[in-house]
């Protein structure tokens, strides 16, 4: 008989990636959700969407109806006795095996709730297995894509710290595997991609495959902490992204293992293949501009400003300010005053103009001049 498995986190960045693998093996998936309306068509066509919410033990009997395998997530929301109050019903009802996504050494840090649920998966009669994981890949799309579009930079406060990122697709595989094939009782395993990256090396690999300049600041705890205060993040997700990224200036998210290679049989995804995969997603509207002075001042948010001299000034010295800066002699004054090249909104016309520019709260502000004698009306 086909085996039934529950996913939950089925919408969430790993679960979709578990729905989808195990949608290509012989089993029924039970797709546990919040809100069945909501769900997209790709996830809702690949099984049975049945409400579910950890908060609501209402939903668990019919969810866990029948049930042979669970893939189980702790939503960040969800309180931990939560999450082990459902594990104990699925052994009850008597489910088989589980699969639990966890977090890269979980079994030392007491600290994590993911120790806590560990500790309780493994003394139930269910078949376990462990899926211990690395920092994903997936967190630059989701949590940190506004800066890369917009800003040009990775704005973590890693240091240079080393991650051993993991593509949440490749956990997603494992998942399915686990869940289905014999030989992964009661194991656990450390899942990481195939090397540890510094964000130095993770911003040139962006740089590379976007074609644009990705920069990666290194700002300290407090500057990164200013930031995110600054646009109105709450102090408990800065509080948990600093203890992350403590972490990892420690030196303690850098190990890299053959677990997930074993398992899929093949090298697991890298950072390129990442980015190239979802080169996409991380073009938008407000890219950073690449000037053509090749000052690397010019990735970055740019505020236009009109400059307080009349227009006749800026006609006169921006013809030789742009001669000057295009000779030999630029770097009398090009570390102060760039050549800013760009695409007029209206027009489609290339337009290159000397610019002043300065640092305002970690961003560029740029005063524009009027060297362009066509077009200048659609270039703010
Ligand atoms: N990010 C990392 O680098 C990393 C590394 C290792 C381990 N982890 C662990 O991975 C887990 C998160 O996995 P993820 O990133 O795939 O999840 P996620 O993207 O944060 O999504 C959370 C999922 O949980 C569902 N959910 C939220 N509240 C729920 C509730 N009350 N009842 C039932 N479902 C609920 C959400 O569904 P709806 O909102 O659609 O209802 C969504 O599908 C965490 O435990 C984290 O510690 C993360």
């Not at 009669?125 to 890369?148: C, K, P, W």
């Amino acid at each position: 008989m086909t085996e039934l498995i529950l996913v939950t986190g089925a919408t969430g960045t790993v679960g979709q990636h578990v729905v989808t693998a195990l949608s290509d093996r012989d089993v029924t998936i039970k797709i546990g959700v919040r809100d069945p309306e909501t769900v997209s068509n790709e996830i809702a066509d690949a099984g049975e969407l049945i409400e579910f919410d950890f908060t609501k033990p209402e939903t668990w009997g019919r969810a866990l109806t029948d049930v042979d395998g669970v893939f189980l997530v702790r939503p960040p929301v969800v309180d931990k006795s939560e999450i082990g109050a459902f594990v104990e019903a699925a052994d009850r009802v008597g489910v088989a095996r589980i699969a639990y996504l966890s977090t890269l050494g979980a079994e030392k840090n007491v600290l994590v709730p993911h120790h806590w649920i560990e500790k309780r998966i493994t003394a139930t009669d269910m078949e376990y297995t462990l899926l211990r994981a690395s920092f994903f890949m997936q967190n630059l799309l989701e949590v940190h894509r506004g800066d890369i579009v917009e800003y040009g930079e990775i704005f973590v406060p890693a240091g240079n710290g080393e991650t051993s990122f993991v593509d949440a697709r490749d956990i997603g595989e494992t998942a399915a595997i686990v869940l289905t094939e014999s030989g992964h009782t009661n194991q656990a395993y450390d899942l990481t991609g195939p090397e540890a990256l510094d964000y130095e090396e993770v911003a040139a690999v962006f740089s590379d495959v976007l074609n644009r300049p990705i920069r990666y600041p290194d700002p300290s705890l407090l500057a990164f902490g200013r930031r995110m205060h600054r646009r109105g993040k709450p102090l408990g997700f800065i509080a948990l992204m600093c203890g992350i990224y403590t972490t990892v200036r420690l030196g303690l998210a850098t190990r890299v293992t053959d677990d997930s290679q074993h398992l899929l049989g093949r090298r697991p995804r890298g950072m390129r293949a990442f980015v190239e995969d979802h080169a996409d997603d991380f073009h938008g509207d407000s890219q950073p501009h690449r000037g053509s002075s090749g000052n690397s001042a010019g990735s970055g948010y740019v505020e236009t400003r009109r400059p307080p001299l009349p227009d006749v000034a800026y006609e006169l010295v921006n013809p030789v300010m742009s001669r000057l800066l295009r000779s030999p002699l630029h770097s009398l004054v090009s570390d102060s005053i760039p050549l800013l090249t760009f695409i007029g909104s209206r027009t489609g016309n290339e337009y290159t103009t000397p610019v002043g520019y300065w640092v305002k709260d970690g961003h560029l502000v740029v005063t524009p001049t009027l060297c362009i004698s066509h077009g200048a009306s659609d270039t703010t």
